[in-house]
């Protein structure tokens, strides 16, 4: 029987600045004026939708038998601490939970965030659910940047501002591919687990020498794009400041760190998006 405490670290909450990120960067491309109502509505649907996510890949990947031998954290139905049912029902829960909260907003600023939120929900729910689950596809990566990305971003800009604009969905790009970072690192991890069970993520498609390329094109590419934004943004340049840290975790991935080093560089590369999402939008309030 699991513990609170095992609970808790199923909803892996170092998972959440992926959640944080794009709010907070659409928040900030609606300075000097942001609704503050809508933008915390807009967290809570980002911050309930992750841990759903979370949840649901427990108890997706749990019965069907790939989390049994983890690298990473421990799993609640992998590990056997947690009947599937109960999982399930915890992430239909914050499905749920993330789909009211949506709805509030919906009905605060646009009906049309009712289907967008709908198949947000159904592709978290997809990624590792269902029959022909998309994650043991390869399409796992589009799916974050599309969702955790352009869609988070622009949609926290929307509700604030009530405009979309080329900007916001410039600003959504690195947010987005250091969500699929995370992610890449992620499969990178479970490369050799997930082969053998025939769970074909694009790290098992790709071989580990192009996955880690590959990692480190979306970690440095994103910074160089924030970089890009201070042409309309001008104190959108400070993100140079993080440069160092890019070339630094591109590098320890690089030089092939495996096994629990990338686990540690799993939580680095989330807190650099954290990071980098904060002194983005630093750079959008100081420009507006």
């Known amino acids: 029987m699991a513990t609170i405490t095992e609970w808790i670290g199923g909803a892996r ?3 959440l600045p992926a959640a ?3 709010v907070l960067v659409g928040t900030s491309l609606a300075a000097p004026t942001p609704l503050w109502s809508n933008g915390l509505l807009a967290l809570l649907v980002a911050l309930t939708l992750q841990v759903g996510v979370n949840y649901s890949n427990d108890y997706s990947d749990g019965i069907r038998g790939t989390d049994t031998e983890r690298v990473g954290p421990m799993r609640l139905v992998g590990s056997g601490k947690a009947e599937p049912t109960k999982v399930r029902n915890i ?3 914050f499905f749920a939970l993330a789909g009211v909260f949506g709805l509030a907003l919906a009905l605060r600023t646009s009906l049309w965030l009712i289907p967008v939120g709908a198949l947000s929900i159904i592709a978290a729910w997809g990624y590792t659910g269902g029959k022909n689950p998309y994650g ?4 796992g990566e589009i799916s974050v940047f599309i969702f955790f990305g352009v869609i988070a971003v622009m949609g926290t800009y929307y509700v604030q501002s009530g405009r979309i604009t080329w900007l916001a969905l410039l600003a959504a790009i690195p947010v987005g591919a ?3 970072a995370i992610l890449v690192l992620n499969n990178l ?10 769970k074909k993520t694009l790290a098992v498609l790709m071989g580990e020498r192009p996955t880690r390329y590959f990692y480190s094109a979306l970690i440095l590419g994103s910074n160089l794009i924030g970089v890009f934004t201070a042409f309309n943004k001008p104190w959108a340049a400070i993100t140079a400041l993080l440069l160092p840290l890019s070339f630094f975790l591109c590098i320890r991935v690089l030089k092939g760190a495996g096994g629990r080093d990338l686990i540690a560089l799993l ?3 989330a807190l650099f998006q954290l990071l980098f999402a904060i002194v983005y939008g630093a750079g959008f309030v100081l420009s507006a």
């Open 13 to 15: 909450l170092r998972t």
């Open 20 to 22: 944080l990120a794009p």
């Open 91 to 93: 992430a239909f829960t």
């Open 136 to 139: 043991y596809r390869a399409l």
């Open 178 to 180: 250091q969500a699929c």
């Open 189 to 198: 991890r479970d490369r050799a687990k997930d082969s053998q069970l025939g």
């Open 267 to 269: 939580q680095h590369t």
